[in-house]
């Protein structure tokens, strides 16, 4: 993650195909703006106080009882803590939950003979730099990724709804660190048409910034369910 101080829409930058982890304290707001529209994030939480307690897409989906990530919905844990909350959204909404981080394998059955970078990399790596180790990559909450399901429960990969500027607003619900990848997928079009991954923005703040992004209104978040 390079600084970047010339620009209103972030702090820093995360590199295209590349990960960090944020540390965000309870209350923190983490933006994260889509530079060119196109990119997707792949992204997951640990537990400061414990690392092995991380975001579970399953458990989200089940407290959220939604396939999709929208405003005001918070991610759980393992344990079903929140972890953090969507307050602010500015794109079309309905982030995946479904598809897994790339890896080396699926890269393998896309066709790559060398190595190719990749979301389950960018995790370890990321947490590495932290003094974290896990043997095992969580399911990761795919962010700007638009996965359409039909009415027969197949799934798409296309590009992504958001527009160039876009920007999503994340709030720690528990001292945490946020796990980000900009997904390095170069094959399909699930990083738009191009097929070139971008730059993220990236900025920490104690509270939402409300202009043009919708903000949480507590009657709104989902009742958590079995």
Not at 79 to 86: H, I, K, S
Request: aromatic residues 8%; negative net charge.
């Amino acid at each position: 993650m390079t600084a970047k101080n010339d620009s209103f829409l972030s702090d820093f930058v995360l590199d295209a195909t590349r990960g960090t982890a944020v540390a965000l304290q309870k209350g923190q707001v983490l933006h994260i703006t889509n530079l060119q529209g196109n990119q997707v994030v792949d992204a997951w939480a640990v537990m400061q106080s414990d690392p092995f307690e991380h975001s579970s897409m399953e458990h989200t989906r089940s407290f959220n009882s939604n396939l999709f990530y929208q405003l005001n919905m918070p991610v759980v844990s393992v344990y079903r803590q929140p972890m953090f909350t969507l307050v602010g959204d500015t794109t079309p909404g309905r982030h995946d939950t479904l598809l897994c981080p790339c890896n080396a394998a699926i890269y393998r059955e896309l066709g790559c003979t060398e190595y190719h970078r990749s979301c389950t990399d960018n995790f370890h790596e990321a947490l590495a730099e932290q003094g974290i180790s896990l043997p095992f990559t969580p399911a990761s909450l795919n962010l700007f990724m638009n996965v359409p399901i039909t009415e027969a429960g197949e799934l798409d990969r296309v590009p992504p709804r958001s527009v160039a500027g876009d920007v999503l607003q994340l709030r720690a619900e528990a001292d945490i660190y946020v796990v980000l990848s900009a997904c390095p997928q170069d094959i399909t079009p699930i990083n738009g048409a191009s097929r070139q991954p971008a730059d993220i923005g990236l900025a920490i703040s104690p509270f939402p910034f409300m202009t043009h992004v919708e903000s949480v209104n507590a009657e709104n978040v989902p009742e958590a369910n079995k």
